[in-house]
């Protein structure tokens, strides 16, 4: 038997399974509900349960607490229904889901711009090409049946007719199964496997509010897509991007970043180093780069948030934006989770 889904305040409904989770089910049926990782480890997918009963498969803590679970919140990416259930997710979008394709890639190009970042271009098949959003991420497939997942960095209007390539911005994790590939072994020419598009990090336009977009490291890649995007559509909103690195070569795309600059004067820029060297002669901001952000604007009430990068940034800038009045449903996010991450209790 299935069970009837209803999500508030949209009212958007589907029906589930008792053998398949919240998330999938609604995908599978076009509802954009939020998420992230997929395997309990972000807590992106996150949100209230009015009425019904649920069961959690594994997930970690700092994604849904006990005593989150007891007060009635539960992760739709690894929770089963077995009642007819009502949820509360102000981020379910209206429009769908972009259907999600698996699809062999080809390796354009490999470009290293810094010590351990890899811009990686992928040739799509050019007769069915994948739509998405600015700021959605792919998976690869990898031949064992474990997957990788990597923001794509450039926008879908940047797709050229006949030849779609999507970019992605990849950190070297030493020991790392795919990126040792990547940064050892990965050729021109090379053919992968992925699947996408995924994830709900992705501008949300029906909103004429400013914006603060928060980047650690690679996380700057989603980010990236979003402001190319915006340019392409003329959105005019203000938008600050604060983008940190432990020393300045961790901006690897800074002078990208100073050239936007001159095409968006609605834009701000403001790099923040946390661990910078003497002999890197940084004279701009150090710290948190999370911290930075409340250091220029201390009452979030009327802003919108989107951050991308390490768990501890993006878990560190929800909980002090929502103390600084930023509203829980004005806080989008894309937590990078390693592997090591999601198998970890």
Request: glycine share 8%; charged share 20%; proline share 6%.
């Amino acid at each position: 038997m299935s069970f009837n889904i209803t999500v508030q305040p949209s009212g958007r409904a589907f029906t589930a399974n008792p053998d398949e989770t919240l998330l999938a089910a609604g995908l599978r049926q076009g509802i954009g509900l939020p998420y992230g990782c997929k395997d309990g480890a972000c807590g992106s997918c996150k949100c209230k349960k009015i009425s019904g009963d649920v069961t959690h498969g594994t997930h970690q803590d700092k994604a849904l607490s006990a005593e989150e679970e007891a007060n009635g919140f539960v992760l739709t990416c690894c929770a089963s229904a077995h009642s007819d259930v009502v949820l509360e997710s102000r981020q379910v979008t209206e429009e769908g889901a972009f259907p999600i394709k698996k699809m062999p890639v080809r390796v354009i190009s490999l470009e290293k711009k810094s010590h351990d970042v890899m811009v990686v271009q992928l040739q799509l098949p050019a007769n069915d090409v994948m739509k998405f959003h600015a700021g959605q991420y792919v998976d690869f497939l990898l031949r064992d049946g474990d997957r990788r997942s990597y923001s794509m960095a450039n926008a879908p209007h940047t797709l050229v007719a006949g030849s779609p390539a999507i970019e992605l911005h990849i950190r070297h994790m030493p020991g790392g199964k795919f990126t040792d590939h990547v940064f050892g072994a990965m050729k021109e020419k090379e053919i992968q496997r992925i699947e996408g598009p995924q994830g709900s990090f992705y501008l949300r336009e029906d909103s004429d509010k400013p914006l603060v977009f928060l980047a650690s490291g690679t996380g700057f890649a989603p980010i990236k897509a979003m402001l190319e995007h915006m340019q392409h559509k003329a959105i005019t909103r203000p938008v600050t991007l604060y983008w940190g690195g432990r020393r300045p070569s961790d901006l690897y795309l800074n002078d990208w970043v100073q050239a936007q600059l001159a095409l968006m004067p609605n834009l701000r820029y403001v790099p923040v180093i946390s661990d910078a060297l003497p002999e890197d002669a940084w004279l701009g901001r150090t710290g948190f780069v999370h911290q930075a952000v409340l250091q220029d604007t201390p009452d979030l009430s009327d802003y919108q948030v989107y951050a991308c990068g390490a768990p501890i940034v993006v878990d560190s800038a929800r909980s002090a934006y929502t103390a600084a009045g930023l509203p829980s449903d004005e806080f989008y996010a894309d937590s990078f989770t390693s592997a090591a991450d999601k198998v970890t209790a």
